[in-house]
């Protein structure tokens, strides 16, 4: 099974590119972005030494399904998929800021509640919670978006007060936060899914503000099988889960966490394409289609190549 790793593409007004952790992000005359989501995959931090055969494809067409089916809540950056790899789209200006909505205490949030935090970001946590458990309605917990190291929990008064963003501005894309987790929400119960949290980002784009990135991925969100969910929460139970969470659990199983001294355990072919399979289970839970995947005859970077070109071509 073969795997896109890392790209080196040369488009007609490239003016730059950038290499994220699993994206490459190419700029067309400050114009446009062509969004290359690779088989890369990362887990604390740290990008893993081999690739996940169609992860790219399972994420890109996610986030396009999940773009498109929440447009009519606020414009987006999307302007076309011209390869299953690949979306196309407006080049905005980012806020330095991830919008991060929570609707039950789990994770990192739980991990701080449990050491006796009672407000994040700005936000009161009512006392006597258990893990996973609903909050009263979603709360918004926003990171800054850091070019390295971890994210840190930032309050709507701080963002505003240090000028990442206007008070007008952060209010918009707050309202845009609750709508577009609302409209998830709905989505995924359709599929016997809870949607328990995601991260959003957004930018402006001629003074408008716009919803960019990717959204409401397996990376991006936390989703719990609806199934089972109450009857686990009254039994104190791990909850059934939707999301990379598996890797980071093999990793720890394996005694790395990114930490001094910690090897990385080696990543089999074997290993691989089971990750590549339960990203694709994945991808048909969420979204209740069978995916499909894109052909493997060739080089995936020619075809990506190929298809970009003549889409930039026909779109001057």
Request: glycine share 6%.
């Amino acid at each position: 099974m073969k795997a896109l790793t890392n790209t080196d593409f040369h488009f007609d007004g490239q003016k730059s590119v950038y290499h994220g952790k699993v994206r490459d992000v190419y700029n067309i005359n400050d114009d446009l972005i062509v969004m290359v989501a690779t088989d890369r995959i990362s887990a604390f931090d740290v990008i893993l030494p081999k690739g996940i055969p169609f992860k790219g494809q399972v994420l890109n067409q996610i986030a396009a399904k999940f773009l498109d089916a929440t447009n009519d809540i606020c414009p987006n950056w999307k302007l076309a998929c011209p390869d299953p790899m690949v979306t196309v789209g407006l080049k905005c200006d980012g806020f330095r800021v991830e919008m991060i909505i929570r609707s039950i205490l789990t994770g990192s949030a739980w991990r701080a509640y449990k050491d006796g935090c009672r407000e994040l970001c700005g936000v009161t946590l009512p006392e006597g919670m258990k893990e996973n458990q609903r909050f009263p309605e979603p709360i918004v917990t926003p990171t800054t978006k850091a070019d390295s190291g971890h994210d840190l929990n930032i309050s709507k008064e701080e963002i505003i007060a240090q000028g990442i963003m206007s008070a007008e501005d952060y209010a918009i894309v707050e309202q845009y936060t609750r709508q577009l987790f609302k409209r998830g929400q709905e989505i995924a119960t359709k599929q016997g899914l809870i949607l328990v949290d995601t991260k959003y980002e957004f930018g402006k784009h001629d003074g408008k503000v716009y919803l960019i990135d990717e959204i409401h991925t397996p990376d991006s969100s936390r989703y719990f099988y609806a199934d089972g969910y109450e009857e686990k929460f009254a039994k104190g139970e791990p909850q059934k889960q939707l999301s990379k969470e598996f890797v980071r659990q093999w990793l720890i199983e394996h005694n790395f966490m990114n930490e001094p001294g910690q090897k990385m355990p080696e990543i089999t072919d074997e290993y691989a394409e089971s990750v590549s399979e339960r990203y694709i289970e994945l991808y048909e839970h969420i979204t209740g289609e069978t995916f499909d995947k894109a052909a493997e005859e060739g080089d995936i970077a020619a075809r990506i190549e190929k298809n970009v070109k003549e889409y930039l071509a026909h779109n001057k």
